[in-house]
Each structure stands twice: as structure tokens, then as C-alpha cells.
């Protein structure tokens, strides 16, 4: 039976069948970060990283949106910074900004598959959430903007990091600079997304989804982001080190030598993360 955890009615949480779908649940605003919202995302993705029981993780938006990130109608009502003690009130502000976007390295790094499910807008804070997971797959209808410079604002949550690794530094110099539109066929062609579906087959295709990652040996593909999350920096000889240590690990895991035994007899493994 799906099991439903209470954050709050701007953040859905639901475990079924070993995933974990986090929703975005602020329809009338496209899913706009707002402070329930931050707080709920930044203790759940933690949470659901450590617990065996949850193969994957899913994250999506309600109302046929994904995130359109920061809610600049807040943005627009904020006060300007007091002048009085000026730098101490900007550093508290790093420092309160830096730990919230925390969730986008647990997203990353965690030891199992994230996937973002998004079925319409991503744009600012939102789309750098998405870029965060794994795998990206959209609706037809959905669009894409990093936004941040039609409202005057650097960029957070991480897509200055994740998008030129994506679709390459000049092009992720582009799309920040101007913050165009990108339909979702052109997501698809630059690489921002892996897959794209019709709207109508969306719903169904994020339950294939589902399916498939929570059948995947969860094990080896936490070693398999450790490999290729070292790969964006590190040099060959450090990588060629990660996979010798951690190809050795996983070849002392029950998943591993129950799927030999599957192939062996024409069989189709089941991996249970052990």
C-alpha cells in the first residue's frame, strides 16, 4: 500500500513500491517555491536519501507545471536591505540561501536514481531542480527558461553547475544570459531532457517510469553516480581508482551474484538492494 507523509500542503509526499514522489503543490502560483514549500523540500530529499526502503526518487509538480522557482511577486513585496549593520544582514542571507539549496547536492549525490517528472513550465530555481536529477523526461507541452535575467538575479540552486555539463558552456552561457523559451522538443534536442511524451501518454510513461527504476539494483547505481558524479572533475586515474574499488564492492553484493545466476539460467533478475 502507497504510504503518504504530511509536509505540508505545498509539498506532497507519497512512498509506493520502494519510489518516493515528492509533488510541487502550488498550482495557482506554477509551483513557485514558497517557505513551506523550501522547508518541506530541504528536510524530505535528506530523509528519503537515507532510507533503504526507497529505491528512487521522483520529483514533480501539480497542476501542469513543474516549478517556475522563486515567487517573484514575494520578490517584488521584499523590502530593501536596511543600511545599518549591511554586511552582517548579507552574510546571514548567503548563509540562509546556501543551506536551503542544499536539497540540489542530495539530489545529485544520493545513492539512487532521482528522476524528474515534468509535465509543463520549469523555469529559474525550478528548472535548476530538474537539471539536479538524474534523468529529466517531459510532456510535449512543457517549457523551459533559467529566467534569472529577466528579473535581474544571478542564479541558484545549482544550474550554473548543471547546465553546461548538459548542453555545453557556450550554449549554457546563452540560455542564462538571454533566459529564452525552450519548447520541449528543443529541450530534447540539446540534451536538457532525455525523453519527451505526448501529454495525453505523460501520466503513464512517469509510471513506467516508476516501474523501471525500482527494479534497477540500487546498489550498484550508487556506485555507478559516485563513478561518473568523480568523472565531471576528477582526473582518469581517480575514476579508474573509484571503479576498481567500488566494481570490487558490488561484486560481494547479493544483487549481483543472484542476477549471474539469473543470466546464467535465462532468467530476469530481481534486485533487492543487498
Known amino acids: 500500500m502507497p504510504s503518504t507523509t504530511d509536509s505540508g500542503e505545498h509539498l506532497l509526499e507519497t512512498i509506493a513500491n520502494g519510489v518516493a514522489t515528492l509533488t510541487m503543490n502550488r498550482p495557482e502560483a506554477r509551483n513557485a517555491f514558497s517557505p513551506e514549500m523550501s522547508a518541506g523540500l530541504e528536510k524530505a530529499i535528506p530523509r528519503l536519501a537515507r532510507n533503504p526502503d526507497v529505491r528512487a526518487v521522483v520529483l514533480t509538480g501539480a497542476g501542469g507545471a513543474f516549478c517556475a522557482g522563486g515567487d517573484v511577486k514575494g520578490f517584488a513585496r521584499a523590502p530593501r536591505a536596511g543600511r545599518g549593520n549591511e554586511r552582517t544582514g548579507f552574510e546571514h542571507r548567503v548563509a540562509g540561501l546556501r543551506n536551503g539549496t542544499e536539497m ?131 582526473s582518469l586515474g581517480h575514476v579508474l581508482d573509484l571503479e576498481a574499488q567500488h566494481m570490487t564492492r558490488t561484486f560481494d553484493t547479493e544483487d549481483h551474484r543472484g542476477a549471474a545466476r539469473a543470466f546464467v539460467e535465462k532468467q530476469k533478475p530481481e534486485f533487492r538492494g543487498r
Not at 108 to 116: C, D, I
Not at 201 to 215: G, I, M, Q, S, Y
Open 104 to 234: 540540489v547536492r542530495w539530489l545529485h549525490e544520493m545513492p539512487k536514481p532521482t528522476l524528474a517528472a515534468i509535465p509543463g513550465p520549469a523555469a529559474g530555481g525550478g528548472l535548476s531542480l530538474a537539471l539536479a536529477c538524474d534523468i529529466r523526461i517531459a510532456s510535449a507541452s512543457a517549457k523551459f527558461t533559467t529566467a534569472f535575467a529577466k528579473i535581474g538575479l544571478a542564479g541558484d540552486y545549482g544550474g550554473s553547475y548543471f547546465l553546461p555539463r548538459l548542453v555545453g558552456a557556450a550554449k549554457a552561457r546563452e540560455l542564462y544570459f538571454t533566459a529564452d523559451l525552450l519548447d520541449a522538443e528543443q529541450a530534447e534536442r540539446l540534451g536538457l531532457v532525455n525523453h519527451v511524451y505526448p501529454d495525453v501518454d505523460f501520466p503513464a510513461a512517469v509510471e513506467a517510469w516508476k516501474t523501471r527504476l525500482a527494479e534497477l539494483p540500487t546498489i550498484a547505481l550508487g556506485y555507478m553516480k559516485k563513478n561518473l558524479n568523480a568523472a565531471d572533475h576528477g
